[in-house]
């Protein structure tokens, strides 16, 4: 994801919470029979101020926010949620990315940074499609296995959020969509599947061997894979892609 992109983002996000954050006092008001005035009066905000608030169209303070909240008897909370994780990437997953592209078959048309916006917002690091085989594999890089069981679920909301990628629409015949997880090989990550190796399985359950060859050469696509990304990262210790069982 490239700064302007985020930027861009970001004005998006913050543009939908000032929206919601409008909407809650004007809807809170109205239900406490105050007018702007009376609002403005008691808790000492510009009515004015107010009213652009709750169009939208204005940015205010937590400081605001809380003394149009403690006057309509709200309480009030920010908080950061995990969603679909860190827009930007790490200097394993750049390698292990340039380590995949390395030796991806012809026939897969490649695709990178892609933006999907609902049901899931977030972004898909790799995008591998055969359209003669009718088939798009979500890729997604991990450098650690930190929150194994979330890492899973965004994986595969992004992935069911493709067809709302801009770039979905030209793809002909529209493919199936299936996934595949690269895994940085370290002692911790190792550590992390073998201790959660059923959980794995179930959710890639394709034989690794068979997805390294169809990403190769000419082998069909096997399903949900996790391959490994063995190595150092460095121009003397490339990274390589990997099947372990």
Do not use: C
């Not at 004005?11 to 409008?22: D, K, L, N």
């Not at 004015?48 to 939208?56: L, M, Q």
């Not at 359950?205 to 990403?215: F, K, Q």
């Amino acid at each position: 994801m490239t700064n302007l992109a985020r930027e861009r983002a970001a004005r998006r996000a913050a543009g939908h919470a000032r929206a919601s954050a409008g909407a809650d006092v004007l809807r809170q008001r109205e239900d406490a029979g105050l007018t702007v005035a009376e609002l403005a009066r008691a808790s000492g905000v510009d009515a004015s101020f107010i009213r652009r608030i709750e169009a939208g169209a204005q940015s205010a303070s937590l400081d605001t926010y809380a003394r149009l909240a403690m006057v309509l008897g709200a309480d009030m909370s920010l908080r950061l949620y995990p969603t679909t994780g860190a827009t930007i990437r790490d200097r394993h997953q750049s390698a292990i990315a340039e380590a995949l592209l390395g030796i991806v078959h012809p026939r897969w048309a490649r695709f990178t940074e892609i933006a999907v916006t609902r049901p899931s917002r977030g972004w898909i690091d790799l995008g591998f499609h055969d359209a003669k085989a009718a088939v798009f594999l979500a890729i997604e890089i991990e450098s650690g296995l930190r929150r194994l069981e979330q890492q899973i679920r965004w994986a595969e909301a992004k992935a069911a959020a493709l067809p709302s990628w801009e770039g979905w629409a030209r793809l002909e015949p529209e493919p199936a969509i299936s996934q595949l997880v690269v895994v940085r090989e370290t002692r911790t990550t190792r550590g992390v599947a073998d201790e959660h190796r059923r959980l794995l399985r179930t959710a890639y359950p394709a034989d690794p061997r068979d997805a390294l060859d169809a990403l190769r050469g000419s082998d069909p696509w096997p399903g949900r894979a996790i391959l490994w990304a063995a190595g150092g990262g460095s121009s003397e210790a490339p990274y390589r892609l990997v099947a372990r069982p």
